[in-house]
């Protein structure tokens, strides 16, 4: 049996880094919070670096709600996408590098539940999505977000979200 | 309310970084209720193919607006979220200006509980409408 030489890793890093950027940095509102994504294979962490503009009470100071919210309802939908289009990548279907590609639509969010269970510091915060199911048509997925321990979340959150048609 | 919280409650919402950030303007405020809109940005959208608002800037203004509305109860000097949920009704039409209404629907001696709606320049079909938990922080008294 003659199997296939499997490709340089620099080749396969190159393309699933390519396919993550384009997905992350298409969003407008993901950069103006300035939220990026760290990738280990296919696992994602959120990254969103403090800045004075994610305030929301100066005399503490903390995170701003709206903020941790965002945070994390960005980390969800863009889990998500990303299962999607690793699935597509992986099996050759999508060409996530060729510049023309287009990517599939974005999940749309139904509900999105925030649990907020210390406040967030003025300090870097990190984010993880689990996608608990997905179907056909609709996904739920829970985010745990945190900033110093990774076992003393800040925050998390549940939501429901609508899948993209494949076929437009 | 009194004028002077009032004055001072308007006053620590709108400098508000993060707030101040996504353009959000106080129109109205008093007695356990608050109104606060925010114009569409290019740089809030959230779906580049459509140029609709990201769900998250909506969360920012119910957010902002929940807590504004408990701020302005009587009695209360401080609040954080302690929980929100948000349901999405339909896209906030791409270039309108989304306004947020907040009541504290119930307030206990430690918990204010809010409901709040977000509508566009259909005021008759809600974006989003979204109820919470704040926490209370009271005047000491005696």
């Given at each position: 049996m003659s199997r296939q030489r499997p490709e340089p890793v620099q080749v396969v890093k190159q393309r699933r880094d390519a396919a993550l950027k384009s997905l992350v940095h298409g969003v407008p509102y993901i950069q103006f919070l300035g939220i990026e994504f760290d990738r280990r294979g296919d696992e994602l962490t959120a990254v969103l670096p403090f800045d004075e503009k994610l305030i929301g009470n100066p005399l503490l100071p903390a995170l701003h709600g709206g903020v941790t919210a965002a945070f994390l309802e960005v980390t969800a939908i863009i889990e998500l996408s990303w299962s999607m289009l690793w699935e597509e990548m992986e099996s050759g279907r999508l060409d996530a590098s060729a510049?023309?590609?287009?990517?599939?639509?974005?999940?749309?969010?139904?509900?999105?539940?925030?649990?907020?269970?210390?406040?967030?510091?003025?300090?870097?915060?990190?984010?993880?999505?689990?996608?608990?199911?997905?179907?056909?048509?609709?996904?739920?997925?829970?985010?745990?977000?945190?900033?110093?321990?990774?076992?003393?979340?800040?925050?998390?959150?549940?939501?429901?979200?609508?899948?993209?048609?494949?076929?437009? | 309310m009194d004028d002077q919280k009032q004055k001072m409650t308007r006053q620590f919402i709108e400098a508000i970084p993060h707030s101040r950030a996504l353009g959000m303007q106080l129109e109205d405020i008093g007695a356990g209720r608050a109104v606060i809109a925010m114009d569409y940005d290019p740089r809030f959208v959230g779906d580049p193919e459509t140029g609709?608002?990201?769900?998250?800037?909506?969360?920012?203004?119910?957010?902002?607006?929940?807590?504004?509305?408990?701020?302005?109860?009587?009695?209360?000097?401080?609040?954080?979220?302690?929980?929100?949920?948000?349901?999405?009704m339909r896209p906030a039409t791409p270039g309108q200006r989304i306004t947020a209404r907040a009541e504290c629907y119930n307030v206990?001696?430690?918990?204010?509980?809010?409901?709040?709606?977000?509508?566009?320049?259909?005021p008759d079909r809600p974006v989003a409408t979204a109820t919470g938990a704040f926490t209370v922080e009271r005047e000491k008294s005696a």
């Open positions: 510049p023309d590609t287009a990517l599939p639509r974005l999940p749309k969010t139904i509900d999105f539940t925030v649990d907020y269970l210390r406040s967030g510091l003025p300090r870097d915060a990190y984010a993880r999505a689990r996608i608990n199911r997905s179907g056909r048509r609709y996904a739920s997925v829970h985010v745990e977000a945190w900033q110093d321990n990774r076992a003393r979340l800040f925050a998390q959150a549940t939501g429901h979200f609508l899948m993209p048609g494949r076929d437009g | 609709v608002i990201h769900g998250g800037a909506v969360s920012a203004l119910m957010d902002t607006c929940g807590g504004a509305a408990v701020m302005s109860y009587p009695g209360v000097t401080s609040t954080a979220t302690l929980d929100l949920r948000i349901d999405y206990t001696r430690s918990v204010a509980f809010v409901r709040a709606t977000a509508h566009d320049d259909d």
